[in-house]
């Protein structure tokens, strides 16, 4: 006679830990594929800033938040040596979690958005235009209402020593409400929900600076200046811009 099938508590609890132990395994890969897709676009943005001027060599930096890791590019490596073996991460406290290369020099500027902003990304260049503008102004001219997509007048940044706590402090002063700013005789720095949102920022806000540095250079004329109430009815009105699902 044949033994009746066994329906224990060793194969009820033995199936329960091969089933988390696999779904743990599936949400581990599912999740360092999400680290590595990542990865791979912050490579591609920081290549971006250099193929279209605004970073010379490995004068900017670019990172992305996922979770409580950052990815940001690594110091003083050229972009285009850049491989996925390269990935380089760190929490939010600044402590390395991934990789081997030593993280950009300017690593407190973004750790300093992503823990007083809902950033997902941050780009950092040194533009020619916005830079000879951050050597100008304290702001900015409103020339042009794109300044509405970036929150208001766009404000520079005292100087301070690249790398540094202080330079961090006056960046996030100079964000205050913003998504950008200029970091006097230094750069710009824009953050976004995704890259290429940050990096969009970016490239407007250079565009704007050579504008308004085009526009003030003709002798005998000013240029004329939006108000503050234009800028923000049209940063209003540019939150609903584009194509909608």
Do not use: F
């Not at 800033?49 to 950052?70: F, H, K, M, Q």
């Not at 042009?144 to 020593?161: D, Q, T």
């Not at 005789?185 to 929900?193: D, E, K, L, R, V």
């Not at 600076?209 to 005998?220: D, E, F, Y």
Request: hydrophobic share 40%; net charge negative; with cysteine.
């Amino acid at each position: 006679m044949a033994e009746p099938l066994r329906n224990t508590d060793d194969t009820h609890q033995a199936g329960h830990q091969d089933g988390d132990q696999a779904g743990n395994q599936a949400g581990d890969q599912a999740g360092n594929q999400d680290v590595a897709r990542l990865w791979a676009d912050v490579v591609a943005t920081a290549r971006r800033t250099v193929a279209d001027g605004l970073v010379v060599g490995t004068s900017g930096n670019v990172s992305a938040r996922i979770g409580d890791l950052v990815l940001v590019t690594p110091s003083g490596v050229p972009y285009d040596r850049l491989t996925p073996a390269d990935l380089t991460g760190v929490d939010l406290t600044g402590r390395q979690v991934l990789g081997t290369l030593v993280p950009t020099s300017e690593l407190p500027m973004h750790l300093a958005v992503y823990r007083t902003t809902d950033a997902r990304a941050v780009v950092h260049t040194h533009a020619v235009h916005a830079t000879a503008v951050s050597t100008l102004v304290t702001e900015l001219p409103p020339v042009h209402y794109m300044a509405g997509a970036l929150g208001g007048p766009i404000r520079v940044a005292p100087y301070a020593p690249y790398g540094t706590d202080e330079l961090a402090g006056n960046m996030l002063r100079a964000l205050t409400g913003r998504s950008g700013c200029l970091l006097q005789n230094h750069g710009t720095i824009t953050y976004g929900t995704t890259l290429d949102q940050a990096y969009d920022r970016t490239a407007q806000l250079e565009w704007m600076c050579r504008l308004w540095l085009t526009a003030s250079s003709v002798p005998g004329l000013t240029p004329s200046l939006l108000t503050e109430a234009q800028v923000a009815e049209a940063g209003e009105r540019l939150k609903g811009y584009g194509q909608r699902r």
